[in-house]
């Protein structure tokens, strides 16, 4: 899957388009959405190689509903002019329309075929992809994710949206805030639930036995078995905005730096990675975090404000690796330190250890090569030592946060260095590789037998509530 990053631009303190565009390729971020089709900005990216998805916001849809020839111009002046040395790969026709205070519901398909119709008389139509976004309001029914269905009283523009969509081969555009699923029913979301953590309890769909690790494939499967429900099975999902606010008022306590990079960072993994969904596994899923920058004109709560992955003067606010597979550089302050390590606690059970390390060595990413026969840290041949390494690899590549230890109580961080003869485990403040291990599993009878044990495993069941959230 592809990872890109939403460019709001709802603040009166950011830096230039040019120099915003010379930012996210030094950031070799390649996918980037707008929310119009600003020429200072389009202009901006032309010659980048970044890809550029723009969008028709909902104050244009009745003149681009009404007559085709305001959208004839529309693309005369604004893209034409700029494509392709600047590359636009799609056009969102309207933003989350079931949200805005104008009903403007009716006027989406009509503009969609009209831009569709303009581009294929310029012979466009097969380059540049036209949808629309949605937010998980579109939903009358999300959990569990296989109960997942649309609200009916949409059906008057859903119908006829989804079949423009099937006919030009178009993704099904919506964006999921795992963050406010949390934020507005903590005692039923876990942090570690919508974090990605490894120490999330699995949430069973009753219907389908599909066991979710983690919100965001909840809400994911949920709009697949509502598209399905409606026989558009076939049709791609894109997520065309997602995050996770770094600073929030004083009753949003999730919204930290910590948690911020805890989420962005395993989103991506997740994407590289090509985990899919329980209900789609292995499938690719395009994915746009939102957003670049904090927007300070933005109404409503603090963490409105504070969405962004770099301040204004382009400093970053926490570090992100885009390839989701390099380095990490491990942030100090906070809850973090330089001089502490995470290893397995020996007072939880074995079950514990070995259900930690089979996800730290599985969908964790950690290179558990290192405690593989006849390596470094094989030896002492225990589930506490091999546990010990792994937790701690996993803690380090993850900011060294209280959070990225837990494993469901069976990690524990101490200031005393591990490290033995030559096995050294990793510490605070150093580039640590995230990449995937590719060493041979160990024989199923050992304490480091990867994560296949532990799909056999039954979860216990977290009573799950996915809110929905939109900004």
């Not at 390649?30 to 550029?52: G, Q």
Request: hydrophobic content about 35%; proline content about 6%.
């Amino acid at each position: 899957g592809k990872t890109g990053i939403c460019y709001g631009r709802n603040a009166d303190d950011l830096p230039g388009p040019d120099k915003v565009a010379q930012l996210i390729r030094q950031q070799s971020i390649k996918y980037v959405r707008i929310y119009d089709t600003n020429i200072d900005v389009i202009k901006a990216f032309a010659n980048t190689s970044v890809e550029l998805m723009v969008g028709v916001p909902n104050a244009d849809l009745l003149a681009f509903s009404q007559y085709q020839s305001n959208v004839d111009t529309w693309l005369k002046n604004s893209i034409l002019p700029y494509y392709p040395a600047t590359i636009i790969t799609y056009i969102t026709v309207g933003a989350e329309i079931t949200e805005s205070p104008i009903n403007v519901s009716a006027l989406v398909v009509p503009a969609m075929r009209n831009v569709h119709a303009a581009l294929k008389k310029v012979g466009l139509h097969k380059k540049i992809t036209i949808s629309s976004t949605h937010s998980l309001g579109v939903l009358s029914r999300s959990f569990p994710p296989s109960a997942g269905a649309f609200n009916s009283s949409y059906a008057h523009f859903l119908k006829p949206m989804l079949e423009f969509l099937v006919e030009n081969q178009a993704p099904f555009m919506v964006d999921l805030y795992p963050y406010y699923a949390y934020q507005n029913s903590p005692s039923n979301v876990s942090l570690n639930y919508a974090l990605f953590s490894p120490q999330s309890e699995g949430v069973i769909d009753p219907n389908t036995g599909l066991v979710y690790t983690n919100m965001f494939d909840a809400q994911v499967d949920s709009i697949f078995f509502a598209l399905m429900a409606l026989n558009f099975k076939t049709l791609k999902i894109m997520i065309t905005e997602t995050g996770w606010p770094h600073k929030g008022a004083a009753k949003e306590t999730g919204a930290t730096p910590d948690n911020a990079q805890t989420y962005n960072t395993n989103l991506i993994r997740h994407v590289v990675n090509d985990s899919g969904t329980p209900a789609k596994p292995g499938e690719e899923i395009d994915v746009y975090i939102f957003s670049l920058f904090n927007e300070n004109r933005k109404p409503g709560i603090e963490s409105e404000r504070n969405w962004g992955l770099f301040s204004p003067d382009q400093s970053s606010i926490y570090s992100i690796d885009w390839t989701g597979r390099g380095n990490v550089d491990i942030m100090t302050g906070g809850n973090r330190s330089n001089g502490t390590w995470c290893v397995a606690s020996t007072n939880v059970s074995e079950t514990a250890l070995q259900n930690g390390l089979n996800w730290a060595c599985g969908p964790g990413n950690v290179d558990c090569s290192a405690i593989q026969p006849s390596q470094p840290c094989y030896q002492p041949d225990t589930l506490v030592s091999h546990a010990s390494y792994a937790f701690n690899s996993y803690y380090q590549q993850n900011g060294a946060t209280d959070v990225a230890c837990g494993f469901g109580g069976a990690g524990m961080r101490t200031t005393k260095d591990p490290s033995y003869d030559t096995c050294v485990y990793m510490a605070a403040g150093s580039k640590i590789s995230t990449k995937n291990s590719t060493a041979t599993p160990a024989p199923s009878g050992s304490s480091s037998s990867l994560f296949a044990q532990s799909r056999t495993l039954l979860l216990p069941v977290l009573p799950i509530v996915i809110a929905v959230g939109f900004l």
